[in-house]
């Protein structure tokens, strides 16, 4: 219904995401983890649509721009009945193997300066793409890996993703 339009997301979710949303005619831009931060962007660019890997879901389509799990849950079943096969819906998803968000203990301060630390002396191989709106975040064609100062908490959080445990 809204061809073109930014589709805005975190830096914790699937590297699958922005082809799907390529395919689907929208734009994904990768933003700052962060209920307010995903919700200020939204209005920022007029996006229909925002979510984080936590399940905050902001819809500003048909919604008033905020996340509500039941008017998810909603839309969720509105995808699901125009097809006779949810299941098949439900299975054609990539598959991938994730770890769950992990989180390192800093001291007050610490991990903001070792993500700036990593940033300054990085060096990337030629397949890898290096996105730091948000910490460090570095995909390769088969996954990526994320380590990002928390916003809430002296903690470092990595997440990793590959199409396969090899990659992974």
Same mark, same amino acid.
């Given at each position: 219904? /809204?061809?073109g339009?930014?589709i ?5 979710c699937? #590297?699958?995401? *922005?082809? &799907?949303?390529l395919? &689907?005619? +929208? @734009?994904?831009l990768m933003?700052?983890? +962060? &209920? @307010?931060?995903i ?5 920022e660019?007029?996006?229909p649509?925002?979510?984080?890997v @936590?399940g905050h879901?902001?819809?500003?389509d ?6 509500d #799990? $039941?008017?998810a849950?909603?839309?969720l079943?509105e995808i699901?009945?125009r @097809?006779?096969? =949810? /299941?098949?819906?439900?299975? =054609?998803? %990539?598959?991938?193997y994730i $770890?769950?968000?992990? &989180?390192i203990?800093?001291?007050? #301060?610490e =991990?903001h ?6 940033l300054?002396?990085?060096?990337? !191989? *030629? !397949?890898?793409?290096?996105n730091?709106? !948000?910490?460090?975040?570095v !995909?390769?064609?088969? +996954?990526?890996g994320?380590?990002? =100062?928390?916003?809430t $908490? %002296?903690?470092?959080v990595?997440?990793?993703? #590959?199409? $396969?445990p090899?990659?992974?």
């Amino acid at each position: 219904r /809204n061809p073109g339009a930014v589709i805005v997301y975190d830096v914790k979710c699937t #590297g699958h995401l *922005a082809a &799907h949303v390529l395919r &689907h005619g +929208g @734009s994904p831009l990768m933003w700052k983890t +962060g &209920h @307010s931060l995903i919700k200020a962007k939204m209005r920022e660019l007029n996006a229909p649509l925002g979510g984080e890997v @936590s399940g905050h879901l902001f819809f500003g389509d048909r919604w008033f721009g905020f996340d509500d #799990g $039941t008017y998810a849950a909603c839309r969720l079943l509105e995808i699901l009945s125009r @097809s006779a096969d =949810a /299941n098949a819906v439900l299975h =054609a998803l %990539p598959d991938s193997y994730i $770890t769950p968000v992990l &989180h390192i203990a800093c001291q007050e #301060g610490e =991990a903001h300066a070792l993500v700036d630390q990593l940033l300054a002396t990085l060096t990337l !191989d *030629a !397949d890898a793409r290096l996105n730091s709106v !948000d910490g460090l975040r570095v !995909d390769w064609p088969d +996954g990526f890996g994320l380590l990002r =100062a928390s916003n809430t $908490t %002296p903690v470092l959080v990595m997440r990793c993703e #590959g199409r $396969t445990p090899e990659a992974l």
